[in-house]
């Protein structure tokens, strides 16, 4: 089957750094997926690696390593508004694309 | 610049009644179109995808129903609400990136659903 783990909940304090992440046990892996999403919301994209290694945006940095089915998001100087779920979603390829979501980590900013 | 358009934004039912939720596409054409559904505190569960008018998947076996009439058009139903229905209901259309074939997923403000 298909399995994606996240850590239920984070808390941070605001400019930290927090690593967030996430295993998975999938076939047909095509991409990992790192979305934000704040209460009552949609979900925001924010990065996409289908390589090994680190990609860099701005605050944020995601890790990919395929051999270990390994992720990590990672958010630098932390804000207040950074408190938002992070969900890690696997892209697969079975005939047709489709994601499947992990349950999401609830990241609590403190000041 | 493409959009996604979902209403209800919120929506209280009874059990037993029907529902019908709308999502419509603008900016582009044959888009790759999603049903999820997130309980309170849970992650998201895809329900139907489509890849083209007329072709629906279903992921999960349950008393909902898909459609898709037009091209940039998905409907989502049920003849019959159950309680277990309740939930955040997220339309969500996908571009394919050829660059490094992967695809890229953008979902709806979605439709928060209470069956009472």
């Known amino acids: 089957g298909q399995n994606i783990d996240q850590p239920t909940e984070m808390t941070a304090t605001e400019g930290a750094i927090v690593q967030i992440n996430c295993t998975y046990q999938?076939?047909?892996?095509?991409?990992l997926f790192w979305y934000q999403q704040h209460a009552g919301e949609a979900p925001t994209f924010l990065s996409y690696?289908?390589?090994?290694g680190l990609e860099e945006k701005g605050r944020f940095s995601s890790f990919l390593s395929r051999s270990k089915g390994y992720s990590y998001l990672l958010l630098k100087e932390l804000q207040m508004k950074d408190s938002a779920s992070y969900l890690c979603?696997?892209?697969?390829?079975?005939?047709?694309?489709?994601?499947?979501f992990g349950a999401g980590t609830r990241l609590f900013v403190k000041a | 610049s493409q959009t996604i358009h979902q209403w209800p934004a919120t929506l209280v039912q009874p059990v037993g009644s029907p529902l019908s939720l709308e999502c419509t596409v603008e900016?582009?054409?044959?888009?790759?179109l999603y049903w999820y559904r997130q309980a309170a505190g849970r992650g998201l569960q895809l329900l139907f995808y489509?890849?083209?008018?007329?072709?629906i998947s279903s992921e999960v076996p349950q008393n909902l129903s898909a459609s898709r009439p037009q091209d940039r058009q998905f409907i989502l139903s049920s003849k019959k609400l159950l309680l277990s229905d309740s939930g955040f209901y997220l339309c969500?259309?996908?571009?394919?990136?050829?660059?490094?074939?992967?695809?890229?997923?953008?979902f709806g403000p979605g439709t928060r659903l209470t069956v009472t």
């Open positions: 979603a696997v892209s697969l390829y079975t005939g047709g694309f489709k994601t499947i």
């Open positions: 690696n289908v390589l090994d």
């Open positions: 489509s890849v083209g008018i007329g072709q």
């Open positions: 999938t076939s047909g892996f095509n991409g």
């Open positions: 969500a259309w996908s571009v394919i990136i050829w660059e490094i074939p992967h695809y890229e997923q953008y």
């Open positions: 900016g582009t054409s044959n888009p790759n």
